[in-house]
T-cell receptor
Framework: NAGVTQTPKFQVLKTGQSMTLQCAQD?????MSWYRQDPGMGLRLIHY???????DQGEVPNGYNVSRSTTEDFPLRLLSAAPSQTSVYFC???????????????FGEGSWLTVV | RKEVEQDPGPFNVPEGATVAFNCTYS??????FFWYRQDCRKEPKLLMS???SGNEDGRFTAQLNRASQYISLLIRDSKLSDSATYLC????????????FGKGTMLLVSP
């Protein structure tokens, strides 16, 4: 019963380094997304995908790339890390459409990223 | 006006108390409404959806007022385990990209 799995849970990067946050879900959800959560800011959408091969930008996409080659995986890439990207990152997934369960978004446990 | 607004709290209440949170939203076309609970350093988890007619789940009651554009969450007989941050979430008229999260209201229940 894995649900949404994110790795790594903790990461420290130096400014300018690149890295990938991994996200996988085993619920066959069409929709996947990445959020960042900062103190006093709430959850903000970075990128999202409504299916394999389809991605789109959210509210705060700059400095991040995503791809969706399979239904299960939705990695988030930091191209050149900056201190402003220090945050907690959550991957989330859900069904699309009007199913009763379609309104429920399931979150991964979060990835704590510090950029120094 | 911010899209989804919540009082950040914290709300400090003793065990057994009744506490209510409100949340206002700015987009009158919003379609769906939810309360999520987030424990410290954990991911948000769905507490309950909010329906126009109001709905109850045990000690939790959610209400929606479309005319005034606010939703509420009432917690009766508070438990220590209710201590968490409660996020108000609003879904727009199309697509999941229009999910908007409030910043959350912190609840602290003391013995």
């Amino acid at each position: 019963n894995a649900g949404v799995t994110q790795t790594p849970k903790f990461q420290v990067l130096k400014t300018g380094q690149s890295m990938t946050l991994q996200c996988a879900q085993d619920m066959n959800h069409e929709y996947m997304s990445w959020y960042r959560q900062d103190p006093g800011m709430g959850l903000r959408l970075i990128h999202y995908s409504v299916g394999a091969g389809i991605t789109d930008q959210g509210e705060v996409p700059n400095g991040y790339n995503v791809s969706r080659s399979t239904t299960e995986d939705f990695p988030l890439r930091l191209l050149s890390a900056a201190p402003s990207q220090t945050s907690v990152y959550f991957c989330a997934s859900s069904y699309l459409g009007n199913r009763d369960s379609g309104n429920t978004i399931y979150f991964g446990e979060g990835s704590w990223l510090t950029v120094v | 006006r911010k899209e989804v607004e919540q009082d950040p709290g914290p709300f400090n209440v003793p065990e057994g108390a009744t506490v209510a949170f409100n949340c206002t939203y700015s987009n009158s076309a919003s379609q769906s409404f939810f309360w999520y609970r987030q424990d410290c350093r954990k991911e948000p988890k769905l507490l309950m959806s909010v329906y126009s007619s109001g709905n109850e789940d045990g000690r939790f009651t959610a209400q929606l007022n479309r005319a005034s554009q606010y939703i509420s969450l009432l917690i009766r007989d508070s438990k220590l385990s209710d201590s968490a941050t409660y996020l108000c979430v609003v879904k727009g008229e199309s697509g999941y990209s229009t999910l908007t999260f409030g910043k959350g209201t912190m609840l602290l229940v003391s013995p």
